[in-house]
C-alpha cells in the first residue's frame, strides 16, 4: 500500500525532527503555521510563526539537556488536509524522567504544516514534568 502523500510530510517532519534536523522542519511549515501544546506549563501555549515554533522546539531540547525524543507510532489522514499522528515522546529533567503517549492533529495547506494542535496522554504529569526545578 502506498503512504498517502499527506502522511508522507508529516512522516518526514517527524524524521527531521528526531534527526535535529530543524532547517528541513522548518521547511515543512508554512510561515504562519500555529503550534497549540496543551496544559499550563512553560511549554504550554499557541506558538505561532515558524521561528517561534524552532524556539519552542530548542527549549524541549534545552529543558531535557537534549534527552527529548520522539517515537512515532502510527500516521492517520483523512484525505482531506488532516493528519493524526501518534507517537510516545520521551524526556530527562535532573533526576526525573517521563515516557508518555502523545500525538498531533496537523493540518497540511500546500503540502505544509499550517496548524498542529498537540494532545498528551496526561496532561497534569506533562505539566509537573515541565514545571518541576531542577
Known sequence: MTEHPDAAVVRKG???FVKGDMDTVASLMTGDCTHHSPGESQMSGHFKGRDNILAHFGK???LT???FRVELEGLYP???GHVMAVHKWHGDRGDRGIEMKGGLFV???GGKFSDVDECVEDIDESDAFWDQAV
Open 107 to 109: 493540518t497540511l495547506i
Open 65 to 67: 539537556d537534549g534527552t
Open 60 to 62: 524541549l531540547m534545552e
Open 78 to 80: 483523512d484525505g482531506r
Open 14 to 16: 517527524y524524521e527531521a
